[in-house]
């Protein structure tokens, strides 16, 4: 299978979710058990195009959106009235909210597939930046196009800042590594937008003061 094209963008990505999976090995884990049946929905996304010689936003570029309870979240809120409580206090998405706000998995779908379809050609390599991205972030991205009914591709190789922090500034979690870069503190709801700027953001500062010490920038 012919490798793809390299992009000279970058997707910055995050989602809220109702929560995730524990103590499993399957490779969707974060999503779905196999062995309890136990399900988890993206409830919000954001999503944000940048230059990624430079990690510079691309203007207007940008998009955010809440979801709707689809029914596998529903029937287990209904089996179970924790599900998904926790998360919420963390995001403050609650199930009223998102029936007034939300919008189906089809249409989010939708929405993300012309985003990606202004900026990448089918055969460029989409890469993605975000905070233990690969193993949370595209997991749910996935995971939603197929509800969506939207088959998208996504490279190997994405820029995790969790794994960017530790080996720099070795700060172990979200809000430490952005104290650590001069960010400051998150205060409030986590909002899925903002965090894809955030992260976007530690990628630019931390290759710019790598090259201002004389090494090369990061992703170049």
Same mark, same amino acid.
């Given at each position: 299978?012919?490798?793809?094209?390299?992009?000279?963008?970058?997707?910055?990505?995050?989602?809220?979710?109702?929560?995730?999976?524990?103590?499993?090995?399957?490779? !969707?884990? &974060?999503?779905?058990?196999?062995?309890?049946?136990?399900?988890?929905?993206?409830?919000?996304?954001?999503?944000?195009?940048?230059?990624?010689?430079?990690?510079?936003?691309?203007?207007?570029?940008?998009?955010?959106?809440?979801?709707?309870?689809?029914?596998?979240?529903?029937?287990?809120?209904? !089996?179970?009235?924790?599900?998904?409580?926790?998360?919420?206090?963390?995001?403050?998405?609650?199930?009223?909210?998102?029936?007034?706000?939300?919008?189906?998995?089809?249409?989010?779908?939708?929405?993300?597939?012309?985003?990606?379809?202004?900026?990448?050609?089918? !055969?460029?390599?989409?890469?993605?930046?975000?905070?233990?991205?690969?193993?949370?972030?595209?997991?749910?991205?996935?995971?939603?196009?197929?509800?969506?009914?939207?088959?998208?591709?996504?490279?190997? &190789?994405?820029?995790?800042?969790?794994?960017?922090?530790?080996?720099?500034?070795?700060?172990?979690?979200? !809000?430490?590594?952005?104290?650590?870069?001069?960010?400051?503190?998150?205060?409030?709801?986590?909002?899925?937008?903002?965090?894809?700027?955030?992260?976007?953001?530690?990628?630019?500062?931390?290759?710019?003061?790598?090259?201002?010490?004389?090494?090369?920038?990061?992703?170049?």
């Amino acid at each position: 299978m012919p490798r793809k094209s390299p992009s000279k963008y970058v997707l910055a990505i995050d989602c809220e979710t109702t929560g995730m999976c524990f103590d499993t090995d399957a490779s !969707d884990s &974060r999503v779905f058990n196999n062995e309890t049946g136990e399900k988890h929905q993206a409830l919000s996304w954001g999503l944000v195009v940048a230059e990624l010689e430079t990690y510079e936003q691309v203007e207007g570029a940008e998009l955010y959106f809440e979801l709707k309870w689809n029914h596998a979240t529903r029937r287990q809120r209904r !089996d179970n009235p924790n599900f998904g409580v926790f998360a919420e206090g963390i995001h403050g998405l609650t199930y009223a909210h998102l029936e007034e706000y939300g919008i189906s998995e089809i249409n989010g779908a939708t929405q993300i597939a012309e985003l990606i379809a202004r900026f990448w050609q089918p !055969d460029e390599d989409i890469r993605t930046v975000g905070q233990n991205v690969h193993l949370f972030d595209v997991r749910f991205l996935l995971d939603m196009l197929e509800q969506g009914g939207r088959r998208i591709s996504f490279g190997s &190789r994405h820029l995790d800042t969790f794994s960017l922090a530790m080996g720099t500034t070795r700060a172990p979690n979200t !809000d430490a590594m952005l104290v650590a870069v001069g960010l400051g503190e998150r205060t409030g709801h986590h909002n899925a937008l903002e965090d894809a700027k955030l992260t976007l953001e530690v990628f630019r500062r931390i290759s710019t003061m790598w090259a201002e010490q004389g090494g090369v920038v990061v992703g170049s």
